[in-house]
């Protein structure tokens, strides 16, 4: 089992930067493939925001977030977090830090929640304009 927690959410002004933290800890945590990020706002299915897998580094992100948002992970520390710069209303949303300790012969299935068994609570970020 691997425990997932997220945290650095809350109310930013557009154009500002935030950076959310995920903690992962666990028997299995070290047999972790892949952090991905997810967000879902009001009236809506969550959504694929970023991913980062952990054999490479390679990293992918929704095409409404690239450019602006960073995804990173500290292998040692059992750490990932998300950079978000220049966030924009439409940004706002509960925001999900998932771990997969499955592995894929190709990495998409890292850019879908079904590649993740283990989730965290979810953190909430608020964008102002």
């Known amino acids: 089992q691997v425990r997932v927690v997220e945290s650095g959410g809350g109310l930013v002004q557009a154009g500002d930067s935030l950076r959310l933290s995920c903690a992962a800890s666990?028997?299995?945590?070290?047999?972790?493939?892949?952090l991905g990020w997810f967000r879902q706002a009001p009236g809506k299915e969550r959504e694929f925001v970023a991913a980062i897998v952990l054999s490479d580094s390679s990293t992918n992100y929704a095409d409404s977030v690239k450019g602006r948002f960073t995804v990173s992970r500290d292998n040692a520390r059992n750490t990932g977090s998300l950079l978000m710069n220049s966030p924009k209303p439409e940004d706002t949303a509960r925001y999900y830090c998932?771990?997969?300790?499955?592995?894929?012969?190709?990495?998409?299935?890292?850019?879908?929640?079904?590649?993740?068994?283990?989730w965290g609570q979810g953190t909430q970020v608020t964008v102002s304009s």
């Open positions: 998932a771990v997969s300790t499955l592995t894929y012969k190709i990495p998409n299935y890292y850019y879908t929640a079904r590649g993740y068994e283990y």
């Open positions: 666990g028997r299995t945590v070290s047999s972790s493939r892949a």
